[in-house]
Each structure stands twice: as C-alpha cells, then as structure tokens.
C-alpha cells in the first residue's frame, strides 16, 4: 500500500512563497503528481515528476528527491486565487495513482 | 461543456436506498475511475477499469459496484446505501498510465448524502 503524508494547512500572505511537503512510502514508484483543488471543484493538474530535481512552470514549482520519498511543491510571489487544496499523488508499482490527504493553502492580504 | 461529466451532481437519499452514479467523456480515453473524497482522508480509489472488458477493485471497493458500459461511459453503483457512503465521489480518467499521460482528468463531482 502508499502512505502519503502532507500538512494539513497552511497560511501565508499574499506575494510571499510557501512551500508544501510530501513525503510517501510507497510498494514502487512511477511517478509523483501535484494537484490544485479549489473548494467544491474538481482536481487539476499542476506538476508531475518521476527524476530527482525541481521542474518549474511558472510560479509553481515542484522538487522530488526518490531517495528519500520526498517532494515539495512552492508557491511563489502567491496570489489570492492560489488559496486551495494542493494534493501529493504517488503512482506506485501497479500504476495506480494515491492521494496524500491534501494541504489547504490560505492567502491573506 | 465539461469533457468528464457526472450525473447527478447532488443528491439525498435515504439507507437502503439503491444509488447510481454516472459518468461520461468525451476525451477518448481508455483509462476510466471512481474515488471517493472525505474530509481529512483525501482521495481514495473504488473502482478502476483500463478498456471496456476491464474493471479492478480500489481500494475501498466493498458496498460499491460498477458497470462500463462503453469507453466514453463508467457508472457506479451503491446497491444498498448506507449513511458512512456520504462523500464527494469524483470520476476520472486518463490516456495510459506511464509518463505524464497518466495524468487524471477529474469530473466535476457528485456530492451524495445518505441520511
């Protein structure tokens, strides 16, 4: 099975950078996924990783380090529509996808 | 209009009480998925099915059941309702697994109750 672990909230004002653990245990590995989830819509997709190192789009980034079972998703120069949920997803050995329980991000003025 | 829609997208019922949720895409994937969302415990998988001929159990499979009707068409059943089922269920699918094409693309939710 995964276990996937992510703080459950955050807050930070807005313009500042947050960042967002996740670390997981996982029965194999085949990629990390983050998703943004706004209160009463659906996920979407914001970044997927599967090598060591940081991908960056834009003001979001998102760093995985396989070794250690980790990853961070930042937030920068944070705007009020990026208060959300932020979803760690871990596609295991057996190509299903797990969801950590998610981190609500607040952006205050 | 939305490429995965659900139907309904709110509904009360009552314990007993035999539900159905339906889905439909029009993305042309293959790869088509329940999860269930409750609050502190995220997402989690009930049912997944890769083609037409295939349906897999989740992780919580137990009080559910589903039917693929066609590629562009996933249904999920609770034959017998009970309160612990009220959750914001979310269909999913996606191209293939491998790579960044494993990305799901989420329907917009049905919130069910069951009192």
């Known amino acids: 099975g995964q276990n996937i672990d992510q703080p459950t909230e955050m807050t930070a004002t807005e313009g500042a950078i947050v960042q967002i653990n996740c670390t997981y245990q996982t029965s194999g590995f085949n990629g990390l996924f983050w998703y943004q989830q706004h209160a009463g819509e659906a996920p979407t997709f914001l970044s997927y990783?599967?090598?060591?190192g940081l991908e960056e789009k834009g003001r979001f980034s998102s760093f995985l380090s396989r070794s250690k079972g980790y990853s961070y998703l930042l937030l920068k120069e944070l705007q009020m529509k990026d208060s959300a949920s932020y979803l760690c997803a871990v596609r295991g050995g057996d190509y299903k996808l797990s969801f950590g329980a998610g981190t609500t991000v607040t952006v205050r003025a | 209009d939305a490429d995965v829609t659900q139907t309904p997208r709110n509904r009360i019922t009552k314990t007993g009480k035999r539900i159905m949720l339906e889905c439909s895409q029009t993305?042309?994937?293959?790869?088509m998925y329940w999860y269930r969302q409750d609050p502190g415990l995220g997402l989690r998988l009930i049912y997944y099915s890769f083609d037409v001929k295939d349906i897999n159990k989740g992780e919580i499979s137990d009080g559910y059941s589903v039917s693929r009707q066609a590629q562009a068409k996933f249904s999920l059943s609770l034959e017998s309702a009970i309160p612990n089922q009220t959750a914001l269920y979310f269909c999913?699918?996606?191209?293939?697994?491998?790579?960044?094409?494993?990305?799901?693309?989420f329907g917009e939710g049905s919130r069910l109750t069951v009192l």
């Open positions: 999913a699918t996606s191209k293939r697994a491998e790579g960044r094409t494993g990305e799901l693309f």
């Open positions: 990783n599967v090598l060591d």
């Open positions: 993305k042309g994937h293959d790869r």
